[in-house]
């Protein structure tokens, strides 16, 4: 699932990068390019519009190593680095979230017998995620914000 891969992204990135901030980002910024002709149509692009692609990219499930995307290139390696970290600092309260509910659910999972775990994955099949859902929402603290989590315990458990 994409909150996994993330969350292992995620600590990995922002072990790596901190201590980034707007400042080294400001001194990360290239200086104006002397004019010269090129045949290169491809746009120039800057820090912003790679934050852009990778917050876009975050929002739509679709995380992703985006070093080959148009909206990273003609950045250096640093430059892209702390778009990623910028990107994921942003989310961190959201990523460790994530990470302590699955902790949770697969504790909770672990200690079903299999007969009950079967039960679940059946309902999911007949009835999608969304009971299970459900009851997570209301049973596990703190509620209303583990809607979504139902596909968290069908796409790895089931």
């Known amino acids: 699932m ?3 891969a993330l969350v292992l992204t ?3 990135a922002l072990g790596a990068v901190t201590g980034c901030s707007s400042d080294r980002r400001a001194a990360a ?8 002709t090129t045949n290169s149509s491809e746009p120039e692009h800057t820090i912003d519009d790679c934050e852009a692609l990778l917050e876009e990219n975050y929002n739509a499930d ?4 985006a070093s080959d995307e148009p909206a990273r290139q003609g950045l250096s390696e640093s430059e892209y680095t702390d778009a990623v970290g910028e990107v994921l600092a ?3 309260d959201e990523i460790l979230d994530d990470a302590a509910d699955q902790v949770l659910y697969d504790e909770a999972w672990d200690s ?4 009950t775990q079967q039960s679940i994955c059946d ?3 007949e009835e999608g995620t969304e009971p299970v859902a459900g009851l997570l ?8 914000r583990h809607r979504r989590d139902g596909a968290y315990l069908y796409n790895n458990k089931c």
């Open 29 to 36: 910024t290239p200086a104006p390019a002397t004019t010269t």
């Open 112 to 115: 079903l017998d299999a007969d």
């Open 62 to 65: 679709n995380v992703h190593d």
């Open 2 to 4: 994409r909150r996994t």
């Open 90 to 92: 942003g989310h961190k």
């Open 123 to 125: 309902t999911m099949d």
């Open 10 to 12: 995620a600590l990995i």
């Open 137 to 144: 929402d209301v049973t596990v603290t703190p509620p209303g």
